[in-house]
């Protein structure tokens, strides 16, 4: 069997190379390896994602191979997921997570998402291109303590801070955190958030902090 080391650098290139079979093969390796989801997501195919994201900024790589390098992620993700254990979640508490109104990119939020369902949290994955309205409709039905959402364009951060205006206005009782590349400790505190983490390794802290 294939040492950790070797099984994390395979789950890193399959995201890198866009190829999905590698990502399958590799994220079974890891599952046998009796690896945790979070350290398979967090330290395996989610550094890939960063490299393809730098990669993309520097014009090295164009769209079709993000989308490609996107749609890797999801088929190693499809194994991971059925391996989550929902019932546990419920006790440790209730996410919201979704990215903000104008924007599109989810990949970032799947990858949170995967990691609290992997930290036992009950996720309520409301998609991208959603309302503060909808954030906030869908934490009320689901009596949700946190809603995460992600922003990835300097031109929807904007959002991030109505969505924050609108929880204080309602006085509702739950947290809010903020995330995304062009996001920051800053930002958040700019603009009041509960919360925020740089990658999706932290949040796990940061929601178990807040939901006590
Ligand atoms: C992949 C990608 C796409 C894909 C998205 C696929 C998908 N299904 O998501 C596609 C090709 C569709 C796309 C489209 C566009 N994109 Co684009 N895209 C990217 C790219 C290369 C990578 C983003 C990514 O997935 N990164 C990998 C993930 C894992 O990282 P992440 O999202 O940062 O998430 C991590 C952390 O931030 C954190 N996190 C994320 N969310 C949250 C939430 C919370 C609550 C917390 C706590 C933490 C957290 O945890 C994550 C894991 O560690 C970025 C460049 C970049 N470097 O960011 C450009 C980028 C974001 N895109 C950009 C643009 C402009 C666009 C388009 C407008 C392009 C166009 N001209 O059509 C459209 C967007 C249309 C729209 N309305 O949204 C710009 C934004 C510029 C700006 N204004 O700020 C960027 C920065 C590229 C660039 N340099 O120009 N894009």
């Known amino acids: ?57 520097k014009a090295e790589i164009y769209l079709p191979q993000v989308v490609a390098a996107s749609k890797t992620m999801t088929a190693a993700l499809e194994i991971l997921l059925p391996l989550i254990s929902k019932g546990e979640g419920s006790l440790k508490g209730t996410v919201v997570m979704g990215t903000v109104e104008g924007d599109i990119h989810e990949i970032g939020k ?46 929807t951060l904007e959002i991030q801070k109505e969505l924050v205006d609108a929880i204080k206005e309602v006085e509702a009782s739950y947290k809010c955190i903020v995330g995304g590349a062009p996001c920051s400790r800053e930002w958040a505190k700019e603009i009041n958030a509960d919360g925020y983490s740089e990658t999706a390794n932290e949040i796990i802290g940061l929601v178990a902090s807040l939901v006590e």
Request: with cysteine; proline share 2%; hydrophobic share 45%.
């Open 110 to 155: 799947n990858v949170c998402v995967a990691m609290l369902q992997g930290a036992g949290y009950n996720v309520i994955d409301v998609g991208c291109d959603v309302s503060p309205q909808a954030f906030l409709d869908a934490a009320d039905e689901n009596e949700a303590q946190v809603i995460g959402a992600s922003a990835l364009m300097t031109t």
């Open 1 to 57: 069997m294939a040492d950790k080391k070797t099984i994390l650098e395979d789950l890193k290139k399959s995201i890198e190379t866009w190829n999905p079979q590698k990502a399958k093969d590799a994220t079974n390796a890891a599952v046998a390896a009796g690896m945790s989801v979070a350290e398979i997501i967090g330290d395996g195919l989610g550094k890939g994602m960063e490299v393809v994201g730098v990669r993309f900024d």
